[in-house]
Each structure stands twice: as C-alpha cells, then as structure tokens.
C-alpha cells in the first residue's frame, strides 16, 4: 500500500503540472524562452506531454523504472536550468522540490511498484533488481536530461542592471 501512495503522490504531482503546461501552452513556452530555451514551444508541448505521461505510467505501476527516469529526467532539467542558483529552498526558487521528487522517483524505482501495479500484473516487477532499476531510472533520467540541455538550453545573459545613482542623484533621493 506505502508503494501505491508513493506512486500516487509523486505521479498525481507529475500529472499535475503537465495539465497545468498544456493548458498555458503559450505562457509556458514564454517561460522556456525566458530561462534560456530554443524552441521554447517544443519544450513546452514535450514537458507537458512527458509529465503527464510519466505520471499516469507512475500511478499505474506500468514500466515504473522508465516512469522513474522520466521523472528524474525532468527534475534534473528543472534543477539545472532554474532551480540550483537559488539555493535549498523552494519559496527561494531553490532545489529543494525538483531534488525531492527526482530522489523520490529512484526510490520507488528501487521499490518496485508494489502488488497493486501493471507491472506485477504483468511479472515485470520481478525481472529487474532494486539497485539495478535504481541505476536505470537515476542514470537514464540524468543522460536525458544532459542531453535536452545540450541541444536545447543556454543560460541566460544576465538581465542588464540599472546604472548606480550618482552622489549627487543619491542625496537629492536621500532628502526627498
């Protein structure tokens, strides 16, 4: 049952967000372009589609580790392109969320999906290791998401500064 509730948790979060990029496909590609992404409307149409389809998989019990990766995947994206500079936490922008989910996606990889999921329905569950599936949804989520920045993300150009007032303009500010 502890496994089911993991993968609703974190498939249910997945699913969640994906809805929300898809509904705001517009604002979301802004969004892209604006933390450094080309083709900002691709990686907004394939965020939605990847989260809701790695969550639905998730919830399902159904190819779990893959699942896993994708979540792992995305988070590693998510981290990397936003998150990381902002420190630990997340009413900062910081990591603390996206490392959450990523390292909460690996240990429900190493789990299993429990009794109650397609794969154990299917035998797939048995077929793969715990540390081996593990490896696979942290090594295969973590090379995808090398791969997207790669080919898609820079880091943006810091956002011009305005000039420092003068002495002169700084008292004339101070007195008023």
């Avoid at 793969?128 to 090379?143: P, T, W």
């Amino acid at each position: 049952m502890a496994r089911l509730l993991l993968r609703v948790a974190i498939g249910g979060t997945m699913i969640t967000h994906g809805v929300r990029h898809g509904q705001t496909l517009d604002g979301t590609a802004g969004w892209f372009r604006s933390i450094g992404f080309r083709q900002p409307r691709l990686q907004a149409q394939l965020s939605a589609a990847v989260e809701v389809g790695a969550g639905a998989a998730l919830i399902a019990g159904a190819g779990t580790p893959l699942a896993a990766s994708a979540v792992v995947g995305t988070m590693g994206v998510a981290a990397r392109s936003v998150h990381l500079p902002n420190g630990f936490f997340v009413n900062a922008e910081g990591y603390e969320y996206v490392m959450n989910l990523a390292i909460a996606s690996t240990a429900l990889a190493a789990l299993g999906p429990g009794k109650y999921s397609v794969d154990s329905a299917l035998g797939l569950d048995r077929r793969i290791s715990g540390g081996q599936a593990a490896a696979l949804a942290a090594g295969l989520g973590l090379a995808g998401a090398a791969a997207q920045l790669a080919m898609y993300w820079r880091k943006p150009a810091p956002a011009p500064s305005e000039p420092e007032a003068t002495s002169e303009e700084a008292e004339v500010e101070a007195a008023s």
